[in-house]
């Protein structure tokens, strides 16, 4: 019997011949991401009672979440980061105005084909898009991975989506994230191991993988991955400069479940409050009014995301009375985001540029709402209160979405604009 | 880890989040347990932090703890007093933030049999919750995973693996 890919990673990471689902192993992880919860995790691990981390060299700090500080407190909380990566020659230290970790960690080489990666940020499935085992854990766990070098992972169940089809003009990898999470549901892939593959998977962009991959924690997965191929090669060509062994999933894998989707006829989507596997087709909530968009994120603030928007919004304004945020997901995506002239496309239709971040997803930072207001957002989580106010409501959808709703004031079809 | 544990239930659904258990705003203005504890369930339930009585168990549907990795949704409950959370199912890295925070978990149906207030039982040996309605069978956790949870959870089991303290 042929393995998956959790199954075949695992087992070489854990110096095994083979692993079962269920089986639990200590590995090593190639890299550990942390944000700005750095400053809490140090605390727990100096609370350990060791001095210097086991490997600074896979530690990977990028500080996104309330960046540039808001106040005081926040800003020596960044302090008590910068100290301790400095104190502990950790070299990927990333700080405020680099973007959001996810974005970030591949984009300076972090991320490869092979890899192990844990984050102690619930997106961090996000990095299998680059065919890595990436999976989020905690604080605790993120502060003794630190002091060991090491960390137990439960060997997962697998399921493999398989994604047929061409997708349809204004129809994005966004709309298919929520499609698949509205019919599998938010605990639809508890604790599983998620492979996309697929026709549609391999004519997708980097970017828009990335989308599948990041949205993963959404249908409760422990991590996604997605077959390197030469288009994961060229995006990795030139940032990660060391050798990597590929892994991909055996033909005669066994899988917990086999799910298709022919995308050929999808239309755009809406996650409704307040949860993300609420999804409807936008068709449905078209009319609804809002009082602020929002582009960005871990999940859409790429520059094909910017593009997306801009296409709609270029030489047109906003409605009066919506506020358009948008933030690029690092400085890398805002330079090209300048050169190619998306930036002043979307300023100039009324849109207001944040720096990279990821703030206003989480209500951490920038873009809150008062109660009874309405945002739709790229982003990838719309529970109750994320956003400020809880008397609030968080509409989730892709970037074409977004942007031909902040167009009109209203949630709008993006084929229709 | 006490092996039985008896406590009053406090009964909620499904998909129960980590925003609304410790909301997503607090998650870096606040850094002490015991303020942490002060906003646990606030979006959920206004009425438990002013109600909760050590020892108190919650009893809740499937997925409880999806969303953020953030531990605090972890730590607020465990300082406030809450004794254990059974849930039909959990969310993996809540699970995981339970073990390591040494908060004792277990996962079955016993929300079928119990209302708020009611008292349950939960015998980590046998595996099995006591509701008034019925016993419902939970698989024992894994024996490495069982160990961290026995030892206090993952700082003191590091702790006796490092040798340190």
Redesign the interface.
């Given at each position: 019997m042929g393995e998956t890919f959790a199954e075949k990673l695992l087992a070489r990471k854990a110096g095994l011949a083979g692993v079962v689902p269920g089986q639990i192993v200590v590995v090593q992880p190639d890299k550990l991401l942390t944000h700005d919860n750095t400053a809490a995790i140090s605390k727990k691990f100096y609370q350990i009672g060791v001095e210097r981390v086991a490997n600074p060299r896979i530690n990977v700090i990028v500080l996104d979440h309330v960046t540039p500080a808001a106040d005081e407190k926040y800003a020596t909380n960044h302090q008590v980061i910068r100290q301790f990566a400095a104190e502990q020659g950790i070299e990927a230290f990333y700080d405020v105005g680099e973007g959001i970790c996810h974005q970030v960690l591949p984009e300076k080489g972090h991320a490869w084909p092979g890899a192990l990666i844990v984050g102690s940020d619930s997106h961090t499935p996000t990095h299998g898009a680059f065919g890595a085992f990436a999976a989020g854990i905690g604080r605790t766990e993120a502060a003794a991975v630190m002091a060991t070098g090491n960390i137990w992972l439960r060997v997962p169940h697998s399921f493999r989506i398989v994604i047929r089809g061409a997708m349809p003009p204004r129809v994005t990898p966004k709309d298919l994230a929520l499609h698949i999470i509205g019919d599998l549901r938010a605990d639809g892939a508890d604790y599983r191991s998620v492979e996309f593959a697929g026709e549609t998977v391999r004519d997708m962009s980097v970017a828009g993988r990335m989308v599948l991959t990041n949205m993963v924690a959404e249908m409760g997965g422990k991590n996604g991955v997605i077959e390197p191929d030469d288009k994961t090669r060229a995006w990795l060509q030139g940032r990660v400069t060391h050798e990597y062994e590929e892994i991909h999933a055996d033909p005669d894998a066994s899988y917990e479940r086999v799910i298709e989707y022919n995308v050929s006829g999808l239309a755009p989507q809406v996650a409704k409050p307040h949860t993300v596997d609420n999804v409807v087709p936008v068709t449905e909530t078209a009319g609804i009014p809002i009082d602020q968009a929002l582009i960005g994120t871990c999940t859409n603030g790429r520059v094909e995301d910017l593009a997306a928007a801009a296409e709609i919004l270029r030489g047109r304004h906003i409605a009066p009375g919506v506020r358009l945020l948008v933030l690029p997901a690092s400085r890398e995506v805002l330079l090209q985001a300048v050169e190619q002239g998306l930036v002043s496309d979307l300023v100039a239709a009324g849109a207001t540029l944040l720096n990279p971040g990821c703030g206003p997803c989480l209500g951490a930072h920038q873009g809150c709402m008062a109660p009874g207001e309405t945002t739709i957002s790229t982003a990838n989580r719309n529970f109750k209160g994320r956003m400020g106010a809880k008397e609030a409501f968080i509409y989730l959808a892709s970037p074409a979405t977004v942007a031909a709703s902040a167009l009109t004031g209203a949630i709008t079809d993006p084929r229709e604009v | 880890m006490q092996s039985k544990i008896t406590g009053r239930v406090w009964k909620y659904g499904d998909?129960v989040?980590t925003?609304?258990i410790f909301?997503?705003?607090y998650?870096?203005?606040v850094?002490d347990p015991q303020e942490m504890a002060r906003h646990a369930l606030e979006?959920l339930d206004p009425t438990f932090v002013a109600n909760v009585q050590p020892g108190d168990v919650i009893v809740a549907g499937?997925?409880w703890g999806?969303?953020?990795?953030?531990?605090q949704a972890?730590t607020c409950l465990k300082e406030i007093g809450v004794g254990a959370i059974v849930a039909r199912?959990f969310?993996?890295?809540y699970?995981?933030?339970c073990i390591?925070?040494a908060l004792p978990i277990a996962a079955c149906d016993a929300v079928d049999g119990v209302e708020t207030g009611e008292e349950v039982t939960i015998d980590f040996a046998a595996g099995t919750v006591t509701t008034p309605r019925g016993t419902y069978t939970f698989p024992p956790l894994?024996p490495?995973?069982m160990e961290?949870l026995e030892t206090g959870?993952?700082?003191p089991y590091?702790?006796k693996?490092?040798g340190?303290?």
């Amino acid at each position: 019997m042929g393995e998956t890919f959790a199954e075949k990673l695992l087992a070489r990471k854990a110096g095994l011949a083979g692993v079962v689902p269920g089986q639990i192993v200590v590995v090593q992880p190639d890299k550990l991401l942390t944000h700005d919860n750095t400053a809490a995790i140090s605390k727990k691990f100096y609370q350990i009672g060791v001095e210097r981390v086991a490997n600074p060299r896979i530690n990977v700090i990028v500080l996104d979440h309330v960046t540039p500080a808001a106040d005081e407190k926040y800003a020596t909380n960044h302090q008590v980061i910068r100290q301790f990566a400095a104190e502990q020659g950790i070299e990927a230290f990333y700080d405020v105005g680099e973007g959001i970790c996810h974005q970030v960690l591949p984009e300076k080489g972090h991320a490869w084909p092979g890899a192990l990666i844990v984050g102690s940020d619930s997106h961090t499935p996000t990095h299998g898009a680059f065919g890595a085992f990436a999976a989020g854990i905690g604080r605790t766990e993120a502060a003794a991975v630190m002091a060991t070098g090491n960390i137990w992972l439960r060997v997962p169940h697998s399921f493999r989506i398989v994604i047929r089809g061409a997708m349809p003009p204004r129809v994005t990898p966004k709309d298919l994230a929520l499609h698949i999470i509205g019919d599998l549901r938010a605990d639809g892939a508890d604790y599983r191991s998620v492979e996309f593959a697929g026709e549609t998977v391999r004519d997708m962009s980097v970017a828009g993988r990335m989308v599948l991959t990041n949205m993963v924690a959404e249908m409760g997965g422990k991590n996604g991955v997605i077959e390197p191929d030469d288009k994961t090669r060229a995006w990795l060509q030139g940032r990660v400069t060391h050798e990597y062994e590929e892994i991909h999933a055996d033909p005669d894998a066994s899988y917990e479940r086999v799910i298709e989707y022919n995308v050929s006829g999808l239309a755009p989507q809406v996650a409704k409050p307040h949860t993300v596997d609420n999804v409807v087709p936008v068709t449905e909530t078209a009319g609804i009014p809002i009082d602020q968009a929002l582009i960005g994120t871990c999940t859409n603030g790429r520059v094909e995301d910017l593009a997306a928007a801009a296409e709609i919004l270029r030489g047109r304004h906003i409605a009066p009375g919506v506020r358009l945020l948008v933030l690029p997901a690092s400085r890398e995506v805002l330079l090209q985001a300048v050169e190619q002239g998306l930036v002043s496309d979307l300023v100039a239709a009324g849109a207001t540029l944040l720096n990279p971040g990821c703030g206003p997803c989480l209500g951490a930072h920038q873009g809150c709402m008062a109660p009874g207001e309405t945002t739709i957002s790229t982003a990838n989580r719309n529970f109750k209160g994320r956003m400020g106010a809880k008397e609030a409501f968080i509409y989730l959808a892709s970037p074409a979405t977004v942007a031909a709703s902040a167009l009109t004031g209203a949630i709008t079809d993006p084929r229709e604009v | 880890m006490q092996s039985k544990i008896t406590g009053r239930v406090w009964k909620y659904g499904d998909d129960v989040n980590t925003d609304v258990i410790f909301p997503g705003k607090y998650t870096y203005s606040v850094s002490d347990p015991q303020e942490m504890a002060r906003h646990a369930l606030e979006d959920l339930d206004p009425t438990f932090v002013a109600n909760v009585q050590p020892g108190d168990v919650i009893v809740a549907g499937k997925n409880w703890g999806c969303g953020s990795s953030r531990e605090q949704a972890v730590t607020c409950l465990k300082e406030i007093g809450v004794g254990a959370i059974v849930a039909r199912s959990f969310a993996r890295i809540y699970f995981r933030n339970c073990i390591n925070q040494a908060l004792p978990i277990a996962a079955c149906d016993a929300v079928d049999g119990v209302e708020t207030g009611e008292e349950v039982t939960i015998d980590f040996a046998a595996g099995t919750v006591t509701t008034p309605r019925g016993t419902y069978t939970f698989p024992p956790l894994a024996p490495e995973v069982m160990e961290i949870l026995e030892t206090g959870g993952l700082i003191p089991y590091v702790q006796k693996q490092l040798g340190v303290k």
